[in-house]
């Protein structure tokens, strides 16, 4: 059984700071990392992929992958109220299906 | 911007009972899916679709589970005797190619299954 690994939280953080959201995963021949946010009762929304080591940045988010350690991680720069929410780490799988933690609920406090 | 549509958003049904969940992928999609998340656990993959077939099941997907395409834009999953433990909230999505895997893919809002 692969598994997604992640801190349940709740992580808080005051508005204009930065939230560090992590992630590690078991199987060392995933290829592709994946971070979604899902508000409470809603569904799953994507907010950035990486698949190659290092860090990749979009707006305020900025995803990093080290394969050699298994670890994913997520940075929320000028977090704010709105950013409040669970953030979902999936790893996806060669036959084209995602494995998913449990995700990390994230209060970002005005 | 283009949406996974599901019907309906909340299904309330009896032990036993059929149940079809309905879905409507993003019209230039080829590759559907079906997950389920029950309330507070994680979101499961249970079925993968490409081409009028299944590409890929869990454990989950046993025989009481079958997903169907019946036209050009419905895509369905049929649960035929529903169980308590079926209570979830199920969530289509699809995917433009098989590069769903490497770039994400687009879920639908959801369908809540409540079977009493």
């Known amino acids: 059984q692969k598994e997604v690994e992640q801190n349940s939280g709740p992580l808080s953080v005051p508005e204009g700071a930065i939230a560090s959201l992590n992630c590690t995963y078991s199987d060392r021949g995933s290829q592709s990392f994946f971070w979604y946010r899902q508000y409470s009762g809603k569904s799953p929304e994507l907010i950035m992929f990486?698949?190659?080591?290092g860090d990749k940045e979009d707006g305020r988010f900025t995803a990093q992958l080290n394969k050699a350690s298994q670890y994913v991680s997520l940075l929320i720069r000028d977090s704010q109220p709105s950013d409040s929410a669970t953030y979902l780490c999936?790893?996806?799988?060669?036959?084209?299906?995602?494995?998913f933690g449990s995700g990390t609920k994230l209060n970002v406090k005005p | 911007e283009p949406e996974v549509t599901q019907t309906p958003s909340h299904q309330v049904t009896q032990m036993g009972q059929e149940v079809i969940l309905r879905c409507v992928p993003i019209?230039?999609?080829?590759?559907f899916y079906w997950y389920r998340q029950i309330l507070g656990q994680k979101v499961e993959f249970l079925v993968s679709f490409y081409n009028n077939e299944i590409s890929e099941k869990s454990e989950i997907f046993d025989d009481q589970f079958s997903v169907e395409r019946p036209d050009g834009s419905n895509f369905t999953l049929k649960i035929r005797s529903t169980k308590l433990e079926d209570s979830a909230m199920y969530f289509c999505a699809s995917s433009e190619g098989g590069n769903g895997l490497f770039y994400g893919y687009t879920f639908g809002s959801g369908t809540r299954l409540t079977v009493v």
């Open positions: 019209s230039n999609h080829l590759y």
């Open positions: 990486i698949y190659s080591n």
């Open positions: 999936a790893v996806g799988d060669n036959f084209n299906k995602f494995y």
